[in-house]
């Protein structure tokens, strides 16, 4: 089959970026051949025009048109990440751990912050579903509640035209899902601590009905009952660190016996109160012990470091990638493994 070029006699104007035609007319091709070339599309073209097409693309430093990709592809190299605080340290290794993979695999993460709303939640995956991602990683908590009928019916859309979707955590029926065992690993750290002499207790953690929170609640009361503490005492408000500071001083008004264990369901919320017990006076250690979950780097650099449980955020997030690209992909059990780090915030009774 003859090939039709486009037109060779027309120059492009300096200083405006090269379009698709500019590409096919500089390889002498036509334009459907230079688009299936450099937009990805399955249809077969002679390995001589191909070489054309990429070294007119060279020469004139074209760069390819996403939205195009995506309608030659089905879906475009983009990842689409959900988080809901990019300030979180915890969402932020997990992303970079996304974008790792990515960049190993030659995708392109896009990040969106859903702030735990699920109304926000819905409009941004309806506005990401328009990129033709290749997966979408949903890694904001989940809440008890389930996925509302409109999220839901967005997803479903999404997954029709060709896009994967992962999960981080139970929520979400009918897709991939990677689960960090956040009951085991707050059963463990509780345990571990009521080893080592604690009986008193207090929780600080989000609002009932968070996942997350609820799972790491029930986990850590069942740990430290079942070692011989006292049922713990819970108060409840959100992930940030000025909730950790809030509900800490509403605990302190309410009176803290020295030798009393905190328990912040976050690394973070542990670190507000570590603010909150300083400016009553009291000291973290031997007076009040304090502990967290998730082990981010800043837990290790405060004074005393911060018992934690370990878990490897940034080999979540990679793995969470994985299960958006891999289509033979089954969960790397490592990746996801939890571990008790016992530091100088919460020593023996």
Same mark, same amino acid.
């Given at each position: 089959?003859?090939?039709?070029?486009?037109?060779?006699?027309?120059?492009?104007?300096?200083?405006?970026?090269?379009?698709?035609?500019? &590409?096919?007319?500089?390889? =002498?091709?036509?334009?459907?051949?230079?688009?299936?070339?450099?937009?990805?599309?399955?249809?077969?073209?002679?390995?001589?025009?191909?070489?054309?097409?990429?070294?007119?693309?060279?020469? /004139?430093?074209?760069?390819?048109?996403?939205?195009?990709?995506?309608?030659?592809?089905?879906?475009?190299?983009?990842? $689409?990440? /959900?988080?809901?605080?990019?300030?979180?340290?915890? !969402?932020?290794?997990?992303?970079?751990?996304?974008?790792?993979?990515?960049?190993?695999?030659?995708?392109?993460?896009?990040?969106?912050?859903?702030?735990?709303? @699920?109304? *926000?939640?819905? *409009?941004?995956?309806?506005?990401? *579903?328009?990129?033709?991602? *290749? +997966?979408?990683?949903?890694?904001?908590?989940?809440?008890? =509640?389930?996925?509302? @009928?409109?999220?839901?019916?967005?997803?479903?859309?999404?997954?029709?035209?060709?896009?994967?979707?992962?999960?981080?955590?139970?929520?979400?029926?009918?897709?991939?899902?990677?689960?960090?065992?956040?009951?085991?690993?707050?059963?463990?750290?509780?345990?571990?601590?009521?080893?080592?002499?604690?009986?008193? $207790?207090?929780?600080?953690? $989000?609002?009932?009905?968070? #996942?997350?929170?609820?799972?790491?609640?029930?986990?850590?009361?069942?740990? !430290?009952?079942?070692?011989?503490?006292?049922?713990?005492?819970?108060?409840?408000?959100? !992930?940030?660190?000025?909730?950790?500071?809030?509900?800490?001083?509403?605990?302190?008004?309410? +009176?803290?016996?020295?030798?009393?264990? &905190?328990? =912040?369901?976050?690394?973070?919320?542990?670190?507000?109160?570590?603010?909150?017990?300083?400016?009553?006076?009291?000291?973290?250690?031997?007076?009040?012990?304090?502990?967290? !979950?998730?082990?981010?780097?800043? =837990?290790?650099?405060?004074?005393? $470091?911060?018992?934690?449980? #370990?878990?490897?955020?940034?080999?979540?997030?990679?793995?969470?990638? #994985?299960?958006?690209?891999?289509?033979?992909?089954?969960?790397?059990?490592?990746?996801?493994?939890?571990? &008790?780090?016992?530091?100088?915030?919460?020593?023996?009774?």
């Amino acid at each position: 089959m003859s090939e039709t070029t486009v037109d060779a006699g027309r120059e492009r104007p300096r200083g405006v970026a090269a379009t698709l035609h500019d &590409v096919a007319r500089e390889a =002498g091709v036509s334009l459907a051949t230079a688009s299936r070339v450099l937009n990805g599309s399955t249809r077969k073209v002679a390995e001589s025009y191909r070489e054309r097409v990429e070294a007119a693309a060279a020469r /004139l430093g074209y760069s390819a048109n996403l939205s195009a990709q995506a309608t030659a592809r089905g879906t475009s190299g983009i990842i $689409a990440l /959900l988080v809901a605080d990019i300030a979180d340290p915890y !969402f932020g290794q997990i992303a970079s751990g996304v974008a790792r993979g990515a960049d190993e695999a030659g995708l392109i993460v896009t990040i969106a912050i859903t702030e735990r709303d @699920p109304d *926000r939640e819905v *409009r941004l995956v309806r506005a990401l *579903r328009g990129q033709r991602p *290749r +997966g979408l990683i949903l890694a904001a908590s989940r809440t008890t =509640g389930g996925t509302t @009928p409109e999220l839901q019916q967005e997803l479903d859309a999404l997954a029709a035209s060709g896009g994967r979707i992962v999960a981080l955590g139970r929520g979400i029926d009918d897709v991939r899902t990677v689960i960090i065992d956040n009951l085991a690993g707050a059963r463990a750290l509780a345990s571990s601590l009521a080893g080592l002499g604690y009986r008193r $207790a207090v929780i600080l953690a $989000a609002y009932a009905g968070m #996942r997350t929170s609820d799972d790491r609640v029930a986990g850590f009361t069942e740990g !430290f009952t079942s070692g011989g503490g006292e049922p713990p005492r819970v108060y409840r408000g959100g !992930f940030t660190r000025d909730s950790g500071e809030r509900l800490m001083h509403e605990a302190l008004e309410d +009176g803290i016996e020295p030798g009393t264990l &905190v328990f =912040g369901v976050n690394d973070v919320v542990a670190i507000g109160a570590l603010a909150a017990i300083r400016a009553a006076g009291r000291s973290v250690g031997h007076d009040i012990a304090l502990a967290g !979950f998730d082990d981010i780097p800043t =837990g290790r650099d405060v004074t005393p $470091a911060l018992t934690t449980v #370990r878990v490897p955020l940034e080999a979540v997030g990679h793995e969470t990638l #994985r299960a958006a690209v891999d289509a033979d992909w089954t969960v790397d059990p490592a990746a996801l493994e939890l571990s &008790v780090e016992l530091r100088d915030s919460t020593p023996p009774r």
